[in-house]
C-alpha cells in the first residue's frame, strides 16, 4: 500500500510563499510509484491539476502556474515538494498529494488528506 501525509499549509498575505510537502510511504515491495502529483480543490469546484513528476523527473504544470511553483521530489521517492512563490488569492484552495502507483496486478491512484493554503489579499 501507498499512504501520502501532506504538510506546509497555512495563512499567507499575497506575494508570499509556502512549500508543501509529501511524505510518501510504500509499505509493500509489490508497489511502486509511477508518478507523483499536487492538485487543488476549491468549495463547489472540481480537484484540478497543479504539478505532476514522473518517476524519471519530467514535471508538468498546469498553465495557469505561470513559472510560479516548482514540483520536485527526492531522489528516494519519500517526499515529494510543491514550492509556490508569488501567492495569489485565488491560490487558496485545498492541496492534495496523488500517487500513480503499479501494485503489479493492478494500477491505481491514491490521495493524501489535503493541507488547506489559504492567501489573503
Known amino acids: 500500500q501507498v499512504r501520502l501525509v501532506e504538510s506546509g499549509g497555512g495563512l499567507v498575505q499575497a506575494g508570499e510563499s509556502l512549500r508543501l510537502s509529501c511524505v510518501v510511504r510504500?509499505?509493500?515491495?509489490?508497489?511502486?510509484?509511477?508518478?507523483l502529483n499536487w492538485y487543488r480543490e476549491t468549495p463547489g469546484h472540481n480537484r484540478e491539476l497543479v504539478a505532476g513528476?514522473?518517476?524519471?523527473?519530467?514535471?508538468n504544470y498546469a498553465r495557469w502556474v505561470n513559472g510560479r511553483f516548482t514540483i520536485s521530489k527526492d531522489n528516494a521517492w519519500n517526499i515529494l515538494y510543491l514550492q509556490m512563490n508569488n501567492l495569489k488569492p485565488e491560490d487558496t484552495a485545498k492541496y492534495y498529494c496523488?500517487?500513480?502507483?503499479?501494485?503489479?496486478?493492478?494500477?491505481?491512484?491514491?490521495w493524501g488528506q489535503g493541507t488547506q493554503v489559504t492567501v489573503s489579499s
Open positions: 496523488n500517487a500513480e502507483v503499479d501494485g503489479g496486478d493492478r494500477y491505481y491512484t491514491t
Open positions: 513528476i514522473s518517476a524519471g523527473g519530467t514535471t
Open positions: 510504500v509499505s509493500t515491495t509489490a508497489a511502486s510509484v509511477d508518478g
